[in-house]
Structure formats: C-alpha cells, structure tokens
C-alpha cells in the first residue's frame, strides 16, 4: 500500500493529509496550489491530521486569504461507484443547473403550492442548498411529491372503482339482524363501529373502496359477512375471494353455516374442481341462483359471469398481485370493494399502497381470549420444549412446528422441513406427525389441512403455507425453527395460528443469538400495529413494500418509519386530486409518467 502525505499550511499553522494508494494527487496538486481538504480528523499528540476523502482546487479571495468557495458551504455527497467519484457527480450536477427550471416544471395547482419550496427550485437545493434550512424545505418538497405520485399510482392500478355507477345498497335488514342473533358471540365495538362505515358507503352509488385491517382474530369475517347480507339483501350477488384454496374453502363453510339457514345459496369456485362441478357453479354464478360465490383466483377468470355483482370481498389482501384484484373489481359493472388484511400494516404504508382507499381498524379483541404465551428459547432447550410437547399431546392437544425459507430456495426449504419432520417421527414414535410444504399439489394440501383439523395429526410441520388463515382451535402449539430468518410481521401471522380455542396456547421462538433480540419485541406485545411499526423501523420499507408484486417504483428519498406527517399529507392531496382529475392535469401526466400503463398490472 502506498501512503501519499500532503503538508497543509493554514493560517500559519502545518498539518498533514493522507490518502492510500492515490499517487496521482502528488502530481496534481503542486507547491502552491490553494485547496479545501475534507476528511476524517484525527489528533497526533496535538497535531490534526487529516484522512482525506476529497481535495479541491480554490481560488483565494482577493482581499482575505480564505479560499473562495462561492456561496456553496454545503456540499452533496452521492453514492459512489468504483469509476464515478461523488466530486464526478457534483460536477456534472452542476453543469446541468440551469436546465432545472425546463425538465422540472410545477405540477400543481398554484394554490396547492403554497407553503411548499417550488418544484424547480427543490431540485436545485437538494443537491446544493443554500443552507440547513432550504434543505429541508427542499427535501420535504420532493418526498411529499414522491409519496404523492405512488400513491396515485397505486390507484391507477384499480381506476375506476370510484365511478358513479356503483348500486346503491341499502336492503337486507331482516337478515342482517337474525345474523346478528344467531352470533355466538357479541360483536366489539370496534366491530360495530366498522360494520356502520361500511353500510355507510354502501348506500351511496360512489363504490365504496374500504380496506379493514385487523388482527388476527379480531373478527374480520363477521363482519365481511354483514356487508354481503346488505349486497344479497339488495338484489345483488356478493363474491369473496381468498388467496388459497385451504382458505377459500374455509370461508365457504362459515358462509354457508351462517347464509344457508337465512336462505341464501352459497357456491364454492376453485381451479381444481371437476370440469361438471365447475360448469354448473358458473351457470349458477351466471343466472343469479348463487347468490354468494366464495373462491380463489378462479373467480378473475374470463369464463366467469356474474348476473348482477353488487360487493367483491378480497382476504388477504397482499397475497394478491395488485392486476389480480383490479380484474375482480372489474366484473359485473361496478361492485363495491371491501378489502381484508390480518397483515397489520402501519398507518404510514397503509396510505402508500392503499392510498385511493379509505381505511377502518378492528383494533380490540374479542373477550375473552386468553394472550398467547411468547418465549424466545435457543437450541440448548430444545428438549425441555419436547417434554412440554409431549404434555401439550397427551392432552389431545395439537402442535405446529414451522420451519423456514432458507434463502427463498424451495429445495432447500423442502430439505430443512423434511428434516424436522423425520427427526420429530423418531423423537415421538407413537405420535402422529405430517408434512405440509408449498411443492405439494393442491389437493394433497388439503388433505392434510383437513386431518390436522379433524385431530388425526398430533404435529403438523409446515413451511409458511400456513401463514394465512387456517383456524385449528385445538392446535395450542406453535413452534417456529430458527425464527430469526422470518420478518416480525410475518412471526406475529404464524403466532396467530394458535389461541383460537379456549384452552392456554404457547409459541416458542427457536433462535441463534444473532439477530434474535428484535424477536424480544414478540414476547413483549401481541399488537400487531406495534410489531408491524417495528418492522417497518428495522427493516425500511423498500422490503415491506413488496415492489416486486406490486411493480411499483422504489422510493428513493422518502422513509416511511420517519416521514409520517408528509404520508399524511400526500394522502389528503390524493384524495383532493382523485376527485378532481381535471383540475390535477399536470399532476396525472407526471404519475403517467412514472407509472406507464404498460407496467401497471405487473404482479
């Protein structure tokens, strides 16, 4: 390694300042030469030296012997790639200056600029401002403007869904009531609360667009159930689609425990049916005698006919891509839309992907469900968990124990939930233990699932095919093998495979000591709004946004976890502009822009 010192006079005083393997500098700059040196300092018994980063020629000012670096005291630094140094940058940023005010002209309304930096002028002090304070300004600007733009994006992918044309529902009171007498349970009041907003929307010919977040367990399905008693109540068909045929066939069944005693034929649409199951379910679905149709993906296929379609449900609502969603909404005209997530997204996201949808929250549980237990445990314990195992399977209790994807490869996913599954046949001879991974057929799947609710499987090992949905209330247990590979959101959805009967349930975190002290959080609280606001602040929200499924663009400047306030803002904005496209000309041609109609439907 060759070592280059530079001696450095200033006011009188020497110094030095060093650079690894960078002969060239002796040559460039001379006895003599006037520069400014950035770097790291540090103290050599009193004496700074400096290791640089960077060094620029200046001119002296003509009455001080302070170098003359213009107005410009702040400098941008940018990433930097092996051939291009962010002094490259800074200069070619600069020679484009004066083209900001041509290629970044305002998009707004000139009313809805006040109290924001101007567009043009953002541009040139994000890169080189004039102080602290115009940086900011600047840097609010264009993540307000970044956020904004996704958001209507995003709702360019479901365009439409807010036509005047959506039918006005406002019947099946009678129904609505007997459902709410035949409860097993009384509805919370957070359950009450959103069930109004719904009905609410429902009666205007807007569409209502509603995404419900609720945690696991907080009562979603009643209340998907009483907007489809309004739809049929009405005249009109209702559709509810899940991600999975496990889960869709487990809507189907409540649905129809509960409709079919009101009157009201409910069918079940999968891909795997039976080519004459499948043609009589479509001419049902066609001349309006299923008047509820439950299924999966199925229901976007072109084959399928609705007669009159008055509400599309969608659970699981980021298990879909985002084309896949539009094409149910698109069916029959112009149904209202309820949208159903378990995943709790934090406020800030929620308004980023779902910015055109107005937002309700179940955020109380039923009484009287006991909390689950949450340990954190490591390998060292592993056989004093068994012996609970054993305690938990003697009591007619059932187990999960879930194994991770190792670096999003199947095989090796197979291989480590394979392994585990063996190992635990010959740990506990006498009991029951199954597979259950996402290589296998739909079919088999089921089949499975149906056993392990049935109580004919003591432990189920699963890969995250069981994340979404399947309600065993005698499944007490849920072990989850190294439990540091999986997001916090992700851990919280397994967590709540367990707890939904009336006996004690565990989960048992098994991790390395790396990483695991995120996990703690886990054990602390079983909110699913706090966890997810966790995640978001460990994990950043590129990942959460999940931009692969929904081919949208990367954010670049903007952090949801600390730019809430500007999250906000941009969703009033898009409000105002979704509803009143022409006013917002300019602001619509700039999402065109970035959001081209080719690449929207990308899933």
Known sequence: MKVVKLSIEQQGRLFQATWFNQIH???QYPVGTQVVVTGKVRWQQQVPEILATDIEKVSLSADSDVPDLGSQTILPVYSETARLSSKVIRSL?????????????????????????????AHREIHFPENYSSLSQARER???????????????????????????????????????????????TAQ?????????????????????????????TAVAMAALLRAV???????????????????????????????ISVVCLLGSQKKSVREETLAMIADGRAQVVVGTHALIQETVIFKALGLAVTDEQHRFGVRQRSLLQEKGGCPHVLVLTATPIPRTLALTLYGDLQLSVLDEMPVGRKPIITRKLTERTRPKMEKFLEEQISLGLQIYVVCPLVEESETLDLISATQR??????????????????????????????????????????????????????????????????????????????????????????????????????????????IAEEDMRLRGTGELLGTRQHGLAELRLADLSRDGHLVEKAYQMAQKALHDPEKYELLFQEVRRVFPADKIGVH
């Open 25 to 27: 500098i002796l040559k």
């Open 192 to 220: 009450q609360r959103v069930i109004q907003e719904i009905f609410q929307d429902l009666a205007k010919p807007q569409g209502m667009a509603r995404l419900v977040q609720g945690d696991v367990g907080s009562g979603k």
């Open 233 to 263: 109540g009405s005249g009109y068909q209702g559709a509810m689609m899940a991600p999975t045929e496990i889960l869709a066939v487990q809507h189907y069944h409540s649905l129809e425990r509960v409709f079919t005693p009101l009157g």
């Open 421 to 530: 599954a063996t190992d635990l046949q010959v740990r506990f001879p006498k009991r029951r233990v199954a597979l259950l991974h996402g290589r296998m057929k739909g079919a088999e799947k089921d089949e499975i699932m149906k056993a392990f609710h049935a109580g004919d499987i003591d432990i189920l090992v699963a890969t995250t095919v069981v994340e979404v949905g399947v309600n065993v209330p005698n499944a007490t247990v849920m072990v989850i093998e190294s439990a540091e590979r999986f997001g916090l959101a992700q851990l919280h959805q397994l967590r709540g495979r367990v707890g939904r009967g009336s006996e004690q349930s565990h989960c048992f975190l098994l991790a390395g000591d790396k990483n695991s002290r995120r996990l703690d959080i886990l054990c602390q609280t079983e909110d699913g709004f706090k």
């Open 142 to 188: 264009l993540v307000w403007e970044e956020i904004l733009i996704l958001q209507l994006g995003v709702a360019g992918f479901r365009q439409g869904i807010t036509r005047l044309d959506s039918p006005v529902l406002i019947g099946g009171e009678k129904e609505i009531q007997s459902f709410y007498k035949a409860l097993p349970f009384q509805l919370t």
């Open 93 to 121: 940023m600069q020679s484009v200056l004066d083209q900001v005010e041509v290629g970044f002209q305002e998009i707004l309304p000139a009313q809805e600029v006040l109290g924001w930096m101007e567009r043009s002028r």
